[in-house]
């Protein structure tokens, strides 16, 4: 009876020796950083002084859905590489505002900065979250003249679920190259998890869109959140990479 209850409180093994409450626990960000939603109050308050200044172009449409919106935040220097910023949570929550925030960094190099909004689950499949966002690229690369920057100098980044966005887009003509930051690039556990309640990942989405094969850097003493701290500041690790992957592009 004993050995039936253990079995019970702690399930079947179903990822890499994890049983559900464990895979669970291992994929929720917010529980693991005990002072996440004071990140996220830092990151509204600091994105809304970027949404307020000059220059700032909010709002902007490039797709059907009324999610389907990018803010556009110029450097003030003609014909600057862009870098587009994807936002994270887990394709089912947060929105592009609380996200303006890193444009700080890139901006202080003469980036411009684009930030899109997307569709969350489960209102549609991540299928379509991926096809959003190249539709963003699309908008921005064929609106380069109006916006002022080099059309062939588009990068793209992303935190959590938008590095996996990143990487999933990579395929796009005008993507010059690539940031994920913290991102998920296999499906299949998540698949397995709580977060599937709203994604119905199928067998298909998790083959076509986990792209396992990318480059890690890790940057010691940051969380899940802190590291976006090294983005949005003008001398910040990952603001540095991305003036490296620029010039190695250029």
Request: aromatic residues 10%; contains cysteine; hydrophobic residues 40%.
């Amino acid at each position: 009876m004993t050995d039936l209850n253990q079995q019970r409180a702690t399930g079947p093994a179903i990822y890499r020796g994890m049983d559900r409450p464990t895979l669970d626990a291992a994929y929720n960000n917010s529980a693991a950083v005990a002072d996440s939603p004071e990140w996220l109050a830092r990151w509204r308050e600091r994105s809304a002084i970027v949404r307020a200044s000059p220059g700032a172009r909010l709002d902007i449409v490039y797709g059907a859905r009324p999610r389907a919106r990018l803010d556009y935040f110029p450097c003030g220097k003609k014909r600057a590489p862009l870098f587009v910023f994807i936002h994270g949570g887990y394709w089912q929550r947060n929105e592009k505002g609380t996200f303006a925030f890193v444009a700080d960094g890139p901006r202080a190099h003469g980036i411009d900065v684009a930030v899109p909004g997307y569709t969350l689950a489960p209102q549609v499949r991540l299928t379509d979250i991926v096809e959003e966002i190249r539709g963003a690229l699309t908008c921005l690369s064929q609106g380069a003249d109006d916006f002022g920057f080099d059309h062939q100098a588009v990068f793209v980044g992303g935190w959590s679920a938008g590095g996996h966005l990143t990487a999933a887009v990579a395929d796009h003509p005008f993507f010059r190259g690539g940031l994920p930051i913290s991102g998920i690039f296999d499906l299949e556990p998540i698949a397995l998890n709580y977060l599937n309640e709203k994604l119905s990942l199928d067998a298909i989405e998790i083959a076509t869109l986990s792209p396992l094969r990318t480059r890690l850097t890790v940057l010691p003493g940051h969380h899940h959140f802190s590291i976006l701290d090294e983005i949005a500041s003008p001398d910040g690790a990952l603001t540095r990479q991305l003036l490296d992957l620029i010039a190695i592009t250029a």
